[in-house]
């Protein structure tokens, strides 16, 4: 049996439930519990505040957590990252006032500034680096307020959109810091068992994750363009061909790479292909 902390509620909560939902395992979510016991897969569902998953991964009380980059760096603990998981992506920035003028770059702009932030560290270190010295106000929360009521000059906060900062007057001018899910995992010694019930979750998480980078495709062609066709198709292994009921016809099976997509249609399309689908993958496995 091995335990997993994830966020009880928030921005990382339903994408982390997701994930381990499409790695086929059944539990019941945080109303219910702060700790919940999947039916049909040894592990135990930890929920926890976001700020805290390191601390309890980092003393065992969890084997793994769920959480973003920047809480994790700012945290401070030393920890193994067993996968970026691709949800929750934001970056941790400096914003300003709207109308203070300031030049991409120029750092030294905040040397001495007051900052607020939930993210005393991360911008300290940046700041750092950069030769300055700023004055941290450090806040938990409603950081983009701080500049409006006369609490600091500038702030150091998460954005994804930035419509929060727009709405409060103020503009994004560095990113420090650019973070997303990843899964996590004490550095140290554990059991052979819980190795390997580890190893069966990375395998469901990588399978999920292959499934959503690549497309099924199936298209009709006249058999003397499935040569070409066959080239133009990266595929697996190689592409399945099988005869259409119409003679001198094949319909041709595979798979597409997310990113390649556009491309590939636009060249198959070329080369002859008709009645193209597209169908998304749930799962892959090599
Ligand atoms: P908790 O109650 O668990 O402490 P919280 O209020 O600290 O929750 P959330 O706002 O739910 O945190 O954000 C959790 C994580 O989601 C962040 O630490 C960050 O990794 C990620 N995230 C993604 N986009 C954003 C965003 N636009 N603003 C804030 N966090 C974001
Ligand atoms: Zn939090």
């Not at 500034?113 to 806040?139: D, M, N, Q, V, W």
Request: net charge neutral; with cysteine.
């Amino acid at each position: 049996m091995i335990r997993i902390a994830i966020q009880k509620s928030g921005r990382l909560n339903e994408d982390s439930v997701k994930l381990l939902k499409e790695c086929g395992i059944k539990f019941a979510g945080a109303d219910r519990k702060l700790l919940s016991r999947a039916e049909n897969f040894p592990i135990e569902i930890l929920y926890l505040r976001d700020d805290d998953i390191p601390q309890y991964v980092f003393d065992g009380v969890a084997d793994l957590g769920i959480v973003g980059q920047n809480v994790l760096v700012e945290s401070e603990f030393s920890m193994n990252t067993l996968k970026k998981l691709g949800f929750s992506k934001c970056r941790l920035s400096l914003a300003i006032p709207k109308d203070v003028s300031y030049n991409k770059g120029n750092l030294k702009y905040f040397d001495g500034k007051r900052i607020a932030t939930s993210y005393p560290k991360l911008t300290e270190k940046f700041l750092h680096a950069a030769g300055c010295s700023p004055k941290i106000e450090f806040l938990s929360g409603s950081v983009e307020i701080a500049p409006g009521i006369g609490l600091s000059d500038a702030i150091c906060d998460l954005v994804s959109t930035g419509s929060t900062l727009i709405s409060n007057g103020l503009k994004e001018v560095e990113t420090v810091f650019d973070s997303q899910a990843v899964l996590i995992h004490a550095p140290g010694a554990i059991s052979e068992d819980k190795k390997s019930i580890i190893n069966d979750l990375i395998f469901r998480i990588e399978s999920v994750q292959k499934g959503k980078d690549y497309k099924y495709i199936l298209l009709n062609a006249p058999n003397e363009a499935i040569e070409e066709i066959k080239s133009l198709l990266p595929g697996m292994k190689s592409p399945t061909i099988l005869p259409l009921a119409q003679s001198g016809w094949s319909s041709i099976h595979s798979v597409v790479l997310e990113n390649d997509f556009w491309n590939v249609i636009d060249n198959v399309r070329k080369a002859g292909a008709q009645g193209i689908l597209v169908v998304p993958i749930e799962k892959m496995i090599l």
